[in-house]
């Protein structure tokens, strides 16, 4: 049981992060459900129906989740605000009912026979994906983003392509969230598309707003607690969309100036650029 | 400088730039030539900062031909014109407040997608874009503020701020928007003297401005604009006696009032 | 039965549009994006239900639309009032995300995750009707002219009464409508009285149609109508509604062509074509400011 549970924090911790990262150059992205979607259907099919092992499939899943980021993305990244939410929804919503669709991977019936993947497997993902956060935080990529966030056209000015960037952040995001999602099908053994639909994509921002944006900890802070919780408190299990709800409302009342005025600590903390 | 050597940077030709009905800019030409230094003046709503923002790919330009080191940019991205050796400051400031001062000129310093493996992992290289960064920061006189938050500094020093930061991609041309504005005479002069140094950094200096003092100072060559075209173009002196300048910005008739 | 199939279509469009333009409302005169709105469209089925026990049909419609304007009031204070700043114009769309989960829940727990049927409708809205020698269900009508109506009152409100025109004010400049007198908040109040009220009517007729109240909806039904909201121009009423009706009409064609299994991704992808072609909307009449506000 604690074994499960711990699953499911782990990958909604690597869903909690794709987000984070696409959020890193400013764009808000509903479409982790659709990338884990992908992610989890691609591994699925090299494992069960061309009998890939499991490691292999898993990364050629996250790497086919960013190469739809990429061919979506481009169009899309230069989207900004609601348009953005809007059509990341729609993708969603789109990969959803083409998954139903096609009976070579189960329609709507859903597809099983995925096997191999335990709580080590995801656990060493989320180490992995840690310290390449980690590393990446303090380095000057994250500068790049920071810069793209807080001010794109001075950015371009300074010679950063922004496009790239943030095609850069969605493409990684999607690669995580292929992973989070080709893990959680060999695991659950059998998926169903509906499985990944928008209520995920909205949980899984919300996991994220809820744990605080500031650095690549609110997101596990925000899984961790959504997932967890409920477990070893009844009622937060029974009442737990209502419990999400408030809470985040909560959070969001106490800090109004918004959750796109984030920033990552740049100067009391550790820093930026390590200086000698 | 031997004037026949001296080479082309920029060239605007028959450049419009129109806004619905508005035409902010119309059939402006200029050439900066490098070691230029060329002040650009007119009243609020000439066109200046129209002009700058066109030429820099803020704004795309609805007609004309804006020539940069040989290389024809008119429809180019910000940053591919950026990376071509443009540099800019705005007319409000937009620094990122929430990076220290250091961080706002090393962030300009690198095209981190030239190679972003290697900046990743190579330690050298950083280091010498720190220093290559305290010594922008220290040409403007903000190298003990470092490491201070940007959003601390006074007004003065965040325009200078702004210049450093334009200053870090190494440009060959700078192009500074008011960056005298808000200043008062001492840091006015201050800034004077820190433009004549940076001008042995970068190739020309195009700078729009308002104080006449500055202008007169540190210009080559000065331009007048009104209603988004170029009235007239010479020296400092020529120019700001010229009547038809002194009506854009005085409404004075010929003869009477001297801007110089 | 193509035509019936037509008909239908423009039923769906019918209530896509009475959901796509309160959304619409919201956008186009506080600039606010309201995701809690798909919950109320969804609440008042439940809303039908309860109200249908006790009171004829056109009482339940009125209840309906006052109970959705009520949770619109309260969403616009829980979800909306704090957030001022444009800034935070994400935050109060996430927050009423939040807000529209708690909704969601709470008739969950209430009256389970199926559908529950509807109390039988009255033996007047049941009948077919003969047109051309083909019969059609009365009910569909029923739910045309309901929305022809609240469409046609909403017209008139907005360009023929003061409160109309307080709303144009605002939705120009909230700014310079306080300057000239006029209570911002008391017309965000309106606004979202009327446009909630509008989601629990559609809400409402889509229950009569379909004889249940149904609590998964709000993410399908009424997150499309934000889609369309898009399609038509966010912030345009005109666009909200041909895009509505356009939309209805498109999936009833699927369904013609028997295609019917793509339906439910037809509005997406006409979203996200729009988006890539025309961003601010294929039936925008005027420039929006939309663009550089999001």
């Known amino acids: 049981m604690i074994a499960d549970h711990l699953f499911f924090a782990c990958i909604n911790i690597l869903l909690a992060w794709s987000v984070y990262v696409v959020l890193l150059s400013g764009n808000l992205s509903f479409a982790q459900g659709a990338f884990m979607a992908l992610g989890c259907y691609c591994a699925g099919v090299l494992t069960v129906k061309f009998n890939f092992s499991l490691f292999p499939a898993v990364l050629l899943a996250g790497g086919f989740s960013s190469l739809v980021a990429l061919a979506v993305g481009y169009p899309t990244v230069k989207l900004k605000g609601i348009y953005l939410i809007l059509v990341t929804l729609g993708l969603t919503v789109c990969v959803r009912v083409l998954l139903e669709n ?54 371009a000015s300074l010679g950063i392509d922004v496009v790239a960037t943030k095609l850069l952040t969605f493409a990684v995001g999607a690669f995580i969230a292929g992973i989070a999602g080709a893990l959680y099908g060999h695991y659950m053994n059998f998926v169903r598309p509906e499985n990944f639909d928008v209520l995920l994509s909205i949980y899984v921002v919300l996991y994220v707003v809820l744990g605080g944006v500031n650095n690549m ?36 009342l106490v800090r109004p100036n918004g959750i796109l005025r984030f920033r990552l600590p740049t100067l009391k903390d550790k820093g930026s650029f390590p200086h000698e | 400088m031997n004037d026949s050597k001296k080479q082309k940077l920029l060239a605007i030709e028959n450049l419009a730039k129109n806004f619905g009905g508005i035409h902010a800019i119309k059939s402006f030409n200029l050439d900066v030539f490098s070691g230029d230094l060329i002040g650009i003046i007119g009243p609020n709503g000439a066109g200046k900062t129209a002009l ?209 | ?149 609240l469409m046609i009152a909403l017209h008139s409100l907005i360009h023929k009464t003061r409160m109309g025109r307080h709303i144009r004010a605002v939705a120009e400049s909230p700014i310079n409508a306080s300057l000239l007198g006029i209570d911002v908040k008391r017309v965000s109040q309106v606004v979202f009285f009327i446009s909630s009220g509008l989601a629990a009517e559609a809400g409402f007729l889509l229950s009569l149609r379909s004889a249940s109240a149904n609590s998964e909806i709000g993410l399908t039904f009424g997150l499309k109508a934000l889609a369309i909201m898009a399609i038509g121009g966010l912030g345009d009423m005109r666009g909200a509604m041909l895009g509505g009706l356009l939309i209805g009409i498109i999936e009833a064609c699927l369904f013609v062509f028997g295609l019917g299994r793509w339906v439910e991704m037809t509005v997406w992808v006409v979203v996200i074509v729009t988006m890539m072609i025309k961003p601010s909307g294929l039936f925008s009449t005027r420039l929006r400011l939309m663009e550089a506000r999001a």
Not at chain 2, 56 to 71: L, P, V
Not at chain 2, 205 to 226: G, K, P, Q
Not at chain 3, 22 to 30: E, K, P, Q
Request: net charge negative; charged share 15%; glycine share 8%.
């Open chain 1, 102 to 155: 096609f009976k070579f991977i189960g329609g709507v019936g859903g597809f099983g026979g995925m096997t191999g993947a335990d709580l080590s497997s995801v656990l060493i993902a989320v180490f992995i994906f840690g310290v390449l956060l980690y590393w990446f935080s303090r380095g000057s990529l994250q500068r790049v983003c920071d810069t793209v966030r807080e001010d794109e056209l001075v950015a």
């Open chain 1, 217 to 252: 900890w609110g997101p596990v802070l925000g899984a961790l607690i959504m997932t967890l919780l409920p477990e070893y408190f009844r009622i937060l299990a029974e009442w737990r969309p209502s419990i999400f709800g408030l809470s985040i409302l909560l959070i969001l």
């Open chain 2, 52 to 260: 700058l923002n066109t030429i820099t790919g803020f704004y795309r330009a609805s007609s004309g031909k804006i020539t940069f080191n040989e290389t024809e940019i008119t429809h180019h991205p910000i940053h591919k014109i950026a990376l071509l050796g443009m540099g800019r400051t705005f007319q409000n400031i937009r620094l990122f407040k929430r990076m220290s001062v250091l961080e706002n000129v090393m962030v300009a310093r690198k095209n981190y997608f030239e190679n972003p493996i290697q900046y990743f992992f190579n330690r050298a290289q950083h280091l010498e874009q720190l220093d290559q960064s305290m010594d922008c920061l220290s040409m403007l006189k903000l190298a003990d503020k470092a490491n201070q938050s940007a959003a601390s500094l006074s007004y003065g020093d965040a325009r200078r701020l702004e210049i450093a930061r334009a200053l870090a991609g190494v440009p060959k041309i700078l192009l500074l928007d008011e960056p005298a504005a808000g200043m008062n005479e001492t840091e006015t002069k201050q800034l004077i003297e820190d433009i004549q140094i940076i001008r042995s950094k970068v190739d020309s200096i195009v700078l729009i401005e308002h104080d006449m003092n500055l202008i007169r100072t540190l210009s080559d060559r000065v331009v007048a604009m009104d209603f988004g075209q170029k009235i007239c173009e010479g020296s400092a002196q020529d120019v700001l006696s010229h009547p038809e300048v002194m009506s854009a910005y005085l409404g004075v008739d010929e003869g009477e009032g001297n801007l110089s």
């Open chain 3, 1 to 149: 039965m193509f035509i019936g199939q037509v008909l239908n279509g423009l039923v769906n469009g019918a209530m896509y549009s009475l959901v796509a333009l309160g959304f619409t409302l919201i956008i186009g005169v506080l600039d606010k994006l309201n995701f809690t709105h798909p919950e109320i469209f969804m609440f008042g089925g439940f809303v039908g239900i309860v109200s249908m026990t006790y009171l004829p049909v056109p009482w339940a419609l009125i209840v309906s639309f006052l109970v959705g304007g009520t949770l619109g009031l309260i969403t616009e204070w829980i979800a909306f009032r704090r957030f001022k700043t444009s800034d935070s114009k994400i935050t109060a769309a996430l927050s009423s995300m939040a807000l529209g989960l708690v909704f969601t829940d709470c008739v969950q727990k209430y009256w389970g995750t199926e559908p529950v049927s509807l109390p039988a409708l009255p033996a007047w809205l049941e009948k077919n009707v003969l047109i051309a020698g083909v019969e059609f269900p009365y009910l569909n009508f029923f739910i045309l002219g309901v929305t022809c109506v």
